[in-house]
């Protein structure tokens, strides 16, 4: 079989190969710089980035080289009053990873390059510049600008992770819709030490809002961020002006020393078609989102967490092309009116226009749910409902992300909802164990059922080995389910359906899902 083709190697080029790794598909993966980017870019990492680390098998790498913070600061600059912080305990029942972390993109890339290093010679090349590809019925066949000269190879699939100028998006002429702002941000890293010589309490993460000046600051492993908007028309501030400014926000301070200054633009743009048969766009090349409340890189990694399943669905032949269509239905408007919309509605709440920021229009628990990115519900069943603010509480629906909660196997161990849906559909009956209900073998593949009971299993039941225990109906009532309901979970841990058991034929609801011939 030929390779899936993965052009560009940042952040979500890396996550889409580490994926495809994951599911054990075979891919190349093309950058045409010759190291992983090392510009200051992305520093926050939000929670359902990490669970897509967990499930990759690179959460133990990342998190080992970055820092957790359960707050981001919401701050009045004026008073120094929090007016909404996001406190993300009350993520406590919803992950195992209830935190945000902070990790410098140049940081990041490198971490997730190595998790790629077992991988034979040739699956992950550098200096490989894409010049065009053409495509037809059986594959793609792309050509590189390489030291060796030009080089061509054969795919499968193209997946264009090569960022916001994308040659690909390019060549396929798709129109990218949406403004480029007169705004202009500028990001100091600065070398301070405010924990000991000079303690102040911030936040590891925190928007201090000012109609006048507002900024943002991000405590690094390595150093502390200071972002803020640049006037227009502005010259770039000098090293002293800006430490000046530094000094003028933190007060007086022992020493300081201004590491690294970028400057960038904001821009709020989608591409208006996200695949052309056999390819697709994916992180920039799909969406350039305004950079506030850490939309960025972590909207491209619900890509890489939304495309790679289905690709190996359809690979391994278990399911039709047409799976791959869901790619761009339930990505772009998430994307265009999601994340798009509520960073540019956040942009404007720091300059002091307030009303229009909706994802702190919740409670504390929505606002978490949201700002985490763990409250995305996608369009799974092709029928436009979808969000991505979370504003209350509700019982679990279809296209939500399920909560990652701990159920026990039949040896005791402690299992959690996302394990049971690593690489497969997995159907959960919530019903009376004791009943012997009769769910079906697991012979389809990529399908797998459990029985979830808050009774254990009869040794005799012959369900022991799918039977997960449930203490005191805690999964079944968070999800304000009822009893005798089968929850359809697909890989990416959303609801693909909720039917009451008597009249769920989840195999024939399975196939079509996925189109199985
Ligand atoms: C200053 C700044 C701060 C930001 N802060 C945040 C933040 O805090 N949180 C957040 O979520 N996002 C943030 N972002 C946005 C984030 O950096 C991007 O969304 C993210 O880098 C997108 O990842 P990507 O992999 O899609 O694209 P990129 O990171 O642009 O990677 C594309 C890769 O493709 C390669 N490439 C391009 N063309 C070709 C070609 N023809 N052949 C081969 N390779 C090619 C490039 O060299 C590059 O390595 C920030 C952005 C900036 C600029």
């Known amino acids: 079989m030929k390779p899936v083709l993965v052009v560009g190697a940042g952040p979500v080029g890396l996550m889409t190969a580490l994926a495809l790794k994951f599911y054990g598909i075979e891919f190349r993966s093309f950058e045409e710089d010759n190291a992983f980017s090392s510009d200051t870019k992305a520093g926050t990492i939000l929670t ?77 090349n550098l200096k490989h510049k894409l010049i065009d590809f053409t495509q037809n019925e059986d594959g793609v ?31 396929l002429g ?25 303690p102040r309490d911030y936040p590891y993460l925190a928007y201090f809002a000012d109609p ?15 972002l803020f908007p640049l006037a227009p028309g502005a010259e770039e501030a000098t090293r002293e002006e800006l430490e000046a400014k530094v000094r003028h926000f933190v007060g007086a301070v022992t020493s300081l020393e201004v590491l690294n200054t970028v400057i960038y633009r904001v821009h709020h743009r989608i591409a208006s ?26 909207t491209g990694v619900l890509d890489a967490i939304n495309l790679p399943w289905r690709l190996a669905w359809v690979l391994r032949g278990w399911a039709d ?40 229009s919740g409670t504390d628990w929505a606002n978490a749910m949201t700002r985490s990115l763990l409250g995305v519900k996608v369009d799974a069943e092709g029928a436009g409902d979808w969000s991505i603010v979370k504003t209350e509480r509700t019982n679990l629906r279809v296209g939500d992300r399920i909560a990652d909660m701990p159920v026990f196997d039949g040896q005791g161990g402690r299992k959690y909802l996302h394990d049971l849906c690593d690489d497969s559909f997995a159907a959960l009956y919530f019903t009376d164990v ?70 769920a034929d989840i195999e024939g609801l399975y196939k079509t899902i996925i189109g199985r011939k």
């Open 48 to 124: 359902r980035t990490v669970e897509a680390f967990r499930r990759y098998g690179v959460d133990k790498a990342v998190l080992s080289k970055a820092l957790r913070l359960d707050e981001i600061g919401e701050i009045e600059r004026a008073t120094n009053q929090r007016r909404a912080s996001v406190m993300t305990e009350n993520l406590f029942d919803e992950t195992r990873f209830p935190f945000v972390l902070n990790i410098p993109q140049h940081h990041l890339e490198p971490i997730l390059a190595e998790g790629l290093e077992d991988l034979p010679e040739g699956w992950v």
């Open 141 to 171: 066949v792309a050509r590189f600008e390489t030291p060796e000269g030009i080089k061509e190879v054969e795919g499968s699939y193209l997946l264009a992770c090569d960022g916001g100028r994308s040659t690909v998006r390019t060549q």
């Open 174 to 198: 798709i129109e990218v819709e949406g403004v480029s702002l007169d705004v202009r941000y500028m990001l100091v890293d600065i070398k301070v030490d405010l924990d000991k010589a000079n």
């Open 212 to 226: 006048a000046e507002w900024m943002i600051l991000v405590r690094q492993p390595h150093c502390w961020r200071f």
């Open 273 to 298: 078609k996200w695949r052309n048969d056999r390819v697709f766009l994916m992180g920039d090349a799909a969406h350039l989102i305004t950079p506030m409340w850490a939309l960025g890189l972590n």
């Open 321 to 360: 092309d047409s799976l791959l269509d869901g790619y761009e239905r339930e990505q772009q408007p998430l994307a265009a009116h999601g994340s798009g919309e509520m960073a540019e509605a956040a942009r404007k709440l720091m300059g002091g226009e307030t009303g229009e920021a909706k994802a702190m």
């Open 434 to 503: 004791r009943r012997r209900p009769d769910i079906p073998a697991d012979t389809l593949p990529g399908l797998r059922s459990y029985v979830v009971s808050r009774w254990d299993a009869p040794l005799d039941s012959g369900l022991r080995d799918r039977a997960l225990l449930d203490i005191g109906n805690k999964v079944r009532d968070k999800l304000g389910l009822g009893e005798d309901v089968v929850v359809l979970l697909r890989p990416d841990d959303h609801v693909a359906a909720i039917l009451p058991m008597a009249s």
